[in-house]
């Protein structure tokens, strides 16, 4: 399931952009809640009080802002770095601008339901279809989103699920969370973490930096396949 955020003035433009995202997700078997908003304080407002979305859909030129402005506030001050961006916009000259923001599209005015249909092929391959991760704490199994870990940790007996803003552990051995996340983005720089390579901000020869701030070594052993992965990464689409 994608949990989608649209916020655009035009009313005309919202509905159709809307009716496009599910008609893409039916075609790629994918299904998509959707939330429509029309001005930059509706949206800010909802992000600080609810988290969860997968993209937000933005207009750049709001009647009370643009959708630069929400894409600041989210990764700026909330502190987000998984939710994904697409900005719509009928202009263009943004680039600079949208930079820093690291969004994973953009949508030209008037809207090509082909293009649509690349952005979001894009974010299912680079985050995952349907990809979760499930442990069991006593009776109870727990599900999570493989896009929400950054890593896993081994931790003696117990592994770690770290993720932007919280953390969740369970009894568990790292080889069956790798066997569990085999088709994911996942790479092991030494044999206690499990990394997930979207949220690698930095690599070194011998150690990565995360968009939390952690840092992870990376073993001598290991260091030729960062290299392989590394080449994948600068090689993607």
Do not use: W
């Amino acid at each position: 399931m994608l949990k989608i955020a649209i916020c655009e003035d035009e009313i005309d433009v919202c509905f159709y952009l809307e009716d496009i995202i599910k008609k893409a997700c039916e075609q790629l078997r994918e299904i998509a809640i959707i939330d429509i908003f029309s001005n930059v304080f509706e949206m800010k407002r909802e992000l600080k009080e609810k988290t969860g979305y997968h993209l937000l859909f933005l207009d750049i030129e709001l009647q009370d802002g643009t959708g630069i402005d929400i894409g600041h506030f989210l990764r700026d001050i909330m502190g987000d770095n998984i939710t994904q961006l697409v900005f719509v916009s009928g202009k263009n000259g943004y680039d600079r601008q949208l930079f820093d923001l690291c969004p994973i599209g953009f949508l030209e005015k008037p809207i090509v339901y082909e293009r649509l249909i690349i952005i979001l092929k894009r974010y299912f391959r680079i985050y995952g279809k349907n990809g979760k991760f499930h442990y069991k704490l006593g009776k109870d199994l727990f599900f999570i989103n493989l896009n929400e870990i950054l890593y896993f940790k081994s931790e003696g007996k117990k592994v770690i699920i770290k993720k932007m803003k919280s953390t969740e552990e369970f009894v568990g051995a790292l080889k069956d969370v790798k066997s569990q996340v085999s088709k994911g983005n996942f790479f092991m720089p030494n044999r206690s973490y499990l990394v997930n390579y979207q949220y690698v901000r930095l690599f070194r020869p011998f150690e990565l930096f995360m968009e939390n701030g952690d840092i992870i070594s990376i073993s001598r052993r290991q260091k030729e396949s960062m290299g392989e992965l590394i080449f994948r990464m600068e090689n993607e689409e």
